[in-house]
């Protein structure tokens, strides 16, 4: 069964202070592994995904990278706004479904 | 361009209620839909998936059922509600789940049962 561990669970940074986020998996064959941000109360929203090891991607101050057994979330200089839970997922090549890590809640302070 | 309705926002629902969440999708055909539910501190958690009208698959064993009477409505009902049935209730689609493009969320059903 597929397995996702994000790491830390909470991140509390300040406005300018660049971090990373850990999502370990375990999967047999990576369909795709997916970011995603979910604010209080809302559904996750798309960030990105990632296909096969050694893939990146950027978004604004968000860049997620890829390798054979993690992702790493990485936030330049963050901003307040940047304040949410990152979800990880993971889909293997033999799933209808994606399977969801418990998420990393990041704060930011100005 | 596609969308997706989820309602209602919030529910609070004695326990032996029953229960009604309806999602539908707008701007696409033949979606796959989901339903997944969100307990605090945990990751989310699949209920069902259905590939077309009346292809419901389960995953988990519950107290819960899901219908999918026309190509893009999806509910999600329980004849009588626990108090373990509280949390946050998400519907999503995509356009196949072979295709490793993820899914799109509707804004969620926070679900307290009391």
């Known amino acids: 069964e597929d397995q996702v561990t994000q790491s830390p669970e909470a991140l509390r940074l300040q406005e300018g202070e660049s971090s990373s986020l850990n999502c370990s998996y375990t999967?047999?064959?990576?369909?795709?592994l997916f970011w995603y941000r979910q604010d209080p109360g809302k559904g996750p929203e798309f960030l990105f995904t990632?296909?096969?090891a050694g893939e990146e991607k950027e978004k604004e101050r968000l860049k997620a990278t890829l390798t054979k057994k993690e992702s790493f979330l990485h936030i330049t200089a963050p901003k307040p706004e940047d304040s949410a839970t990152y979800l990880c997922?993971?889909?293997?090549?033999?799933?209808?479904?994606?399977?969801f890590g418990a998420g990393t809640t990041v704060t930011v302070r100005a | 361009s596609q969308t997706i309705h989820q309602w209602p926002a919030t529910l609070v629902q004695p326990v032996g209620s029953p229960l009604s969440l309806e999602c539908t999708v707008e701007?696409?055909?033949?979606?796959?839909l989901y339903w997944y539910r969100q307990a605090a501190g945990r990751g989310l958690q699949l209920l069902f998936y259905s590939v077309g009208i009346g292809q419901i698959s389960s995953e988990v064993p519950q107290n819960l059922s899901a219908s999918r009477p026309q190509d893009r409505q999806f509910i999600l009902s329980s004849k009588k509600l626990l108090l373990s049935d509280s949390g946050f209730y998400l519907c999503a689609w995509s356009v196949r789940w072979d295709t490793g493009d993820g899914y799109t969320f509707g804004s969620g059903t926070r679900l307290t049962v009391v």
């Open positions: 990632l296909y096969s």
């Open positions: 999967v047999s064959g990576l369909r795709g």
């Open positions: 997922a993971v889909q293997g090549s033999n799933d209808y479904k994606l399977s």
């Open positions: 701007g696409t055909s033949n979606p796959n």
